[in-house]
């Protein structure tokens, strides 16, 4: 008898509901403070930045937060997405454990990143914006927010760091096809970019960056247009649990309930859009899931960064929360995997970390890229590199299950394809990739600039 090899939902079972996180964590959450006077933020200095609809999500205890009608048309353009059981993977690995994975990447813009463009969109529309701004790494991003904001009539400004401007052209062309203007940071728009650029004229840029630039757009508009964050803040999170709500469903069609859940990490919101919901089994139904965050030896924000007090941006405009961080001038080495190259990460997953109901990896380069060719070779979808890193952290699980002589079930999240990363895949073949181990020293240098905040109680 053959395997069944695809779990599919039907339209109407679309989760109606997002889940937050904060409506269960046993780790209180610590407060946001003000960049400038270290006090925690009022709604008035979000407010500059957010819709207020956003604004009251992120601060949010609700377990289920409910999902406009105008949200789920456009999620049923791609939702639900597809679980696979990638049968061929674990025959190419000779393994007993059995490898299933959520596959984001059959939304129009190729990644998870709509979930949560899709309704910031919205509520920014029905808000009054007139225009948004936001940061893209890899363009991912920036491609989803693009074309969300396409469908709810708002214009777009993206600040794209210039190395992957450089590296991967069409994800410009795609975000300029929705309607979106592209500039690659650092830029000479702003007072921030200019600063960058008067010191270092060649600067590659770096999130952190690209969030300043476009965060200072924002907030000298006098209120006609707001910023966009595609990951690490908490409604990012809380939107991007349509994954996990799903593949709960899927898993329980494939008769099977995963041991262990993984999914990359840049600013943490796809791994949290799978791994949430399994922790809510573990917290509220004594499931035992193991949860996995897989994070780039070169941006080991949870494996070797600290947890601390740090500004989200690199020209400390953006507030200051409590995250593992490598510092908020942190330089990242250029991997190929652009949406992990931020600074921090969720401080929701720090605080889950923190108190040992999470798990992190790190892994290199090279053995991130072999994954994810292993991957297309095998299951015929190339990966984006971000995704890679799922994948190189779900075939070492499954090495591992071999070597022990154990049937585990492993689930991951494939946050997106790489069909506009071929640039990336002929740098590997060509053998011009390296492994970067992001050195203590240049850590510790970051470290020292932290605000000196003093901790609250
Ligand atoms: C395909 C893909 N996966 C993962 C990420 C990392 O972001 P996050 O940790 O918020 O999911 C990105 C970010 O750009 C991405 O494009």
């Given at each position: 008898m053959s395997t069944q090899t695809r779990f599919l939902l039907k339209e109407s079972d679309l989760p109606k509901f997002w889940y937050n996180i904060n409506g269960d964590t046993p780790v209180a959450p610590a407060p946001v403070l003000h960049p400038q006077t270290f006090e925690p933020v009022s709604p008035d200095f979000l407010s500059v930045l957010f819709p207020m609809e956003l604004i009251l999500q992120e601060v949010s205890t609700e377990r289920f937060i409910e999902i406009p009608e105008e949200v789920l048309e456009i999620y049923r353009l791609y939702r639900p997405t597809p679980l696979h059981r990638a049968v061929r993977l674990e025959k190419a690995l000779g393994t007993p454990a059995h490898i299933y994975y959520k596959h984001e990447g059959v939304s129009p813009a190729g990644s998870h990143k709509p979930n949560?463009?899709?309704?910031?969109?919205?509520?920014?529309?029905?808000?009054g914006t007139k225009a948004l701004t936001t940061e893209t790494g890899a363009g991912q991003w920036g491609s989803a927010l693009a074309m969300a904001c396409n469908f709810f009539n708002l214009d777009l400004e993206v600040y794209m760091v210039k190395v992957s401007y450089n590296q991967k052209p069409y994800r410009r062309i795609m975000m300029q096809t929705y309607g979106a203007q592209v500039y690659a940071s650092p830029t000479d728009r702003t007072h921030f970019g200019r600063s960058i650029l008067a010191d270092f004229p060649d600067s590659p840029g770096s999130l952190g960056i690209a969030i300043s630039e476009a965060v200072e757009v924002a907030a000298t508009s006098g209120g006609s247009k707001k910023y966009s964050l595609g990951s690490v803040l908490n409604h990012v999170l809380t939107h991007q649990s349509v994954i996990?709500?799903?593949?709960?469903?899927?898993?329980?069609?494939?008769?099977?309930?995963?041991?262990?859940?993984?999914?990359?990490?840049?600013?943490?919101?796809?791994?949290?859009?799978?791994?949430y919901p399994f922790l809510r089994e573990n917290l509220r139904n004594g499931q035992h899931t193991r949860l996995v965050a897989v994070e780039p030896t070169a941006t080991p924000s949870l494996t070797k960064g600290i947890y601390t007090f740090d500004y989200g941006d690199t020209a400390?405009?953006?507030?200051?929360?409590?995250?593992?961080?490598?510092?908020?001038?942190?330089?990242?080495?250029?991997?190929?995997?652009?949406?992990?190259?931020?600074?921090?990460?969720?401080?929701?997953?720090?605080?889950?970390?923190?108190?040992?109901?999470?798990?992190?990896?790190?892994?290199?380069?090279?053995?991130?890229?072999?994954a994810g060719v292993l991957f297309a070779r095998t299951e015929g979808i190339i990966p984006a590199p971000e995704s890679a890193h799922a994948i190189r952290g779900a075939i070492n699980e499954a090495l591992d299950a071999k070597e022990k002589g154990e049937k585990r079930v492993i689930l991951f999240n494939l946050s997106g394809h790489g069909n506009f990363d071929m640039a990336s895949y002929e740098a590997y073949f060509n053998g011009n990739l390296q492994d970067y181990e992001y050195p203590a020293e240049a850590i510790e240098v970051s470290l020292a600039n932290l605000p000196k905040v003093k901790v609250p109680a």
């Open positions: 949560t463009a899709i309704p910031q969109a919205f509520y920014n529309k029905i808000s996990g709500e799903e593949a709960l469903k899927q898993m329980d069609m494939a008769g099977e309930y995963p041991d262990v859940v993984i999914g990359c990490v840049g600013g943490g919101s796809n791994f949290a859009g799978i791994a400390k405009m953006a507030p200051i929360v409590k995250m593992h961080t490598l510092g908020h001038d942190f330089m990242p080495a250029p991997i190929h995997a652009g949406g992990l190259r931020y600074h921090g990460m969720a401080p929701s997953i720090c605080a889950l970390y923190d108190a040992g109901y999470l798990e992190a990896v790190a892994v290199h380069q090279l053995a991130t890229f072999e």
